[in-house]
């Protein structure tokens, strides 16, 4: 299990470095992305997660790469599944097939 820290999620960077500097209410700035105060509501209090379409809404308005914020997202979700206990069995590596060839 990885113990590093959690990744921040990125409605929250949007909230604590976008919005509330500029000072605008989640009604303006979903107003000014072209979706619902509910989708932009879900995403900066952390209930749902970034898409491709917000991604590149959220560049557009503030002159970033979707990419930017796409991976974010996928840093924290990586780091979420990291958390969970997954059985897993290693495939043979490559060497080990030729040490069984080898030695059959």
Partial sequence: MNTKRKPVHPGNIL???????????????????GVSRKALSELI?????LGPDMAIRIAKATNTSPESWLNMQSKLD??????KE????PFPTYSDSLHDLKEG
């Avoid at 989640?26 to 992305?33: M, N």
């Fill in 45 to 49: 209090n952390e209930k749902a997660s």
């Fill in 78 to 83: 990586l780091w979420m599944s990291d958390q």
């Fill in 86 to 89: 997954l059985r897993v069995i």
């Fill in 15 to 33: 909230k604590e470095d976008v919005l509330t500097p500029l000072g605008l209410t989640v009604t303006e700035a979903a107003s000014d992305l």
